[in-house]
């Protein structure tokens, strides 16, 4: 017995050896438990898409004798399916701490505005998908999509971090019911002091905080699965209605078994009406229309990536003096390999998420973390009906905690500098006002040539910058002048 532990030890020793060197702990400063953790985080924050994805694209598919219900169950395997694959190159090809999963906002676009919207079939939709991932595999292989990304103004480049904090916050205050809609002023303060969601949302968010600003290991996560866990006690203690903020299973005095028991096993696993459903909308199809969906896709996806690339990033601290992220190229590769993976298995553009940001700040810097996300996404596909476990505004907890500490990237920007602050002031704006990090992104870049033209500062505008600038009032043409409408429906 002695020997046989000696050696299982030493076989266990040599694992964790092999695996510190090929994600190079040591490069940076980490450890194989802080990149667990940071795992585990990342995914507990992006793992609502599992389904979300469904529910969006759902009424986008109609598939002959299959039930709606059958649809989102199948549609449930595939975002699971593509988010495996995907951050499963993210680990092992880049080395990355990045998440990545069908898009939210993207999903919406394929479902409301080109399917449902425009008319267009989902199977052409899904061709525009993996047309699009194609053209950014090719983009991205002759390094166009580094040379793009680097073209990106410095205070652009700087003022993203700050940018998607804005936008992470919007996202889960509104999710934890705390901002709410309003007619007069868009958005308002919740019904804080009355809503269950709210009470809970509260809660959960300052025992986070007060567990991270003492700099307890793991605080994101404990305070995502602390707020569920008290969500199913206040509701087995009858204070609040089942359903409200616990899992459907869990209700007043205990556990619905045959509820539990249900949404385990009413599982459809068969994804082939979906998978390859794209070659059937690569025909028939009306090119000019065709091609400006694709390019939308493209368009919004492509500065969607390049945004939040730069922003964890930074958060990471991988970002070099130029305010670039080193070998950006192998991350912007596995997200294009994503895409198109995703659009064949038959789900919408597949994204690198912002959520990895929660990871990133609990200490993941390699693809270690990834893979973990990868690997919890894949174990996930044996209870994907039990997706809803973590309630939403529990999760969305630790978008606000991560929102407020990339505010902190706002240091880097010049405010003195005019011909910086306004570039900066509007990309941080713009995106969570806008709902859209590309807009941001957008509103920075075009206004950078333009203050720098008006102060006379002619010789710092790069040609790329112009292009990029003029480039993207075309996207906005194309997008929001009745371009695209006319083109289908035509």
Same mark, same amino acid.
């Given at each position: 017995m002695g020997a046989t532990d000696?050696?299982?030890?030493? %076989?266990?020793?040599? =694992?964790?050896?092999?695996?510190?060197?090929?994600?190079?702990?040591?490069?940076?400063?980490?450890?194989?438990?802080?990149?667990?953790t940071a795992g585990i985080t990342t995914f507990l924050t992006m793992s609502y898409i599992v389904f979300l994805n469904p529910v969006i694209l759902g009424p986008a598919i109609t598939i002959p004798g299959m039930s709606d219900a059958a649809v989102v169950s199948m549609l449930t395997v595939v975002t699971i399916l593509a988010a495996f694959v995907a951050t499963s190159i993210m680990a092992l090809y880049a080395n990355r701490p990045f998440g990545q999963a069908p898009g939210l906002g993207l999903n919406a676009f394929f479902a409301f505005t080109v399917v449902l919207g425009l008319g267009v079939q989902w199977q052409t939709a899904l061709a525009a998908v993996v047309v699009e991932g194609l053209v950014f595999i090719a983009l991205t292989a002759v390094g166009a999509r580094k040379f793009i990304i680097e073209a990106f103004p410095e205070p652009v480049k700087f003022s993203v971090g700050a940018g998607i904090g804005a936008f992470l916050a919007l996202i889960g205050l509104e999710e934890?019911?705390?901002?709410?809609?309003?007619?007069?002023?868009?958005?308002?303060?919740?019904?804080?002091? %009355?809503?269950?969601?709210?009470?809970?949302?509260?809660?959960?968010?300052?025992?986070?905080?007060? +567990?991270?600003?003492?700099?307890?290991?793991?605080?994101?996560?404990?305070? @995502?699965?602390?707020?569920?866990?008290?969500?199913?006690?206040?509701?087995?203690?009858?204070?609040?209605?089942?359903?409200?903020?616990?899992?459907?299973?869990?209700?007043?005095?205990?556990?619905?078994?045959?509820?539990?028991?249900?949404q385990l096993t009413n599982v459809q696993y068969?994804?082939?009406?979906?998978?390859?459903?794209?070659?059937?909308? *690569?025909?028939?199809?009306?090119?000019?229309?065709? %091609?400006?969906?694709?390019? /939308?896709?493209?368009?919004?996806?492509?500065?969607?990536?390049?945004? /939040?690339?730069?922003?964890v990033g930074q958060a990471a601290g991988f970002l070099d003096e130029d305010g670039d992220l080193p070998e950006i190229e192998k991350p912007l590769m596995a997200d294009a390999v994503g895409t198109t993976v995703g659009g064949m298995?038959?789900? %919408? /553009?597949?994204?690198?998420? @912002?959520?990895?940001?929660?990871?990133?700040?609990?200490?993941?810097?390699?693809?270690?973390?990834? +893979?973990?996300?990868? +690997?919890?996404?894949? *174990?996930?596909?044996?209870f994907v009906p039990l997706a809803t476990a973590i309630p939403l505004y529990a999760s969305h907890i630790a978008l606000v905690v991560i929102a407020v500490? =990339? *505010? $902190?990237?706002?240091?880097?920007?010049?405010?003195?500098?005019?011909?910086?602050?306004?570039?900066? $002031?509007?990309?941080?704006?713009? =995106?969570?006002?806008?709902?859209?990090? $590309?807009?941001?992104?957008?509103?920075?870049?075009?206004?950078?040539? *333009?203050?720098?033209?008006?102060?006379?500062?002619?010789?710092? @505008?790069?040609?790329?910058q112009v292009v990029l600038a003029l480039a993207f009032v075309v996207y906005f043409v194309v997008a929001t002048g009745g371009v695209l409408d006319a083109a289908v429906g035509s």
């Open positions: 000696t050696q299982s030890e030493e %076989s266990a020793s040599g =694992m964790r050896g092999t695996v510190r060197e090929f994600f190079e702990f040591d490069r940076y400063g980490t450890d194989l438990g802080t990149e667990v934890m019911q705390i901002v709410v809609a309003d007619q007069e002023t868009l958005v308002t303060l919740g019904n804080v002091a %009355s809503n269950p969601v709210a009470i809970m949302s509260v809660v959960g968010l300052f025992l986070t905080l007060a +567990l991270y600003a003492r700099g307890v290991r793991g605080s994101i996560v404990i305070g @995502i699965l602390g707020t569920t866990l008290l969500g199913c006690l206040v509701t087995v203690g009858g204070l609040v209605a089942p359903g409200t903020v616990a899992p459907a299973f869990v209700v007043e005095g205990g556990i619905d078994g045959a509820v539990f028991v249900d068969d994804i082939t009406p979906l998978a390859g459903a794209f070659v059937t909308g *690569l025909s028939g199809i009306e090119p000019f229309a065709f %091609s400006l969906v694709v390019f /939308t896709f493209f368009f919004v996806d492509f500065f969607d990536t390049a945004g /939040t690339l730069t922003g298995l038959g789900t %919408s /553009t597949v994204t690198t998420y @912002i959520e990895s940001a929660t990871g990133v700040e609990e200490g993941g810097r390699t693809g270690m973390t990834a +893979l973990v996300v990868a +690997l919890l996404f894949l *174990l996930s596909l044996a500490v =990339m *505010l $902190g990237n706002i240091a880097a920007v010049d405010w003195n500098d005019i011909t910086h602050s306004v570039p900066a $002031g509007l990309t941080i704006l713009v =995106m969570p006002f806008t709902f859209n990090i $590309g807009y941001g992104i957008a509103a920075g870049i075009i206004s950078y040539p *333009l203050v720098k033209a008006a102060v006379g500062e002619w010789r710092d @505008i790069r040609p790329t």
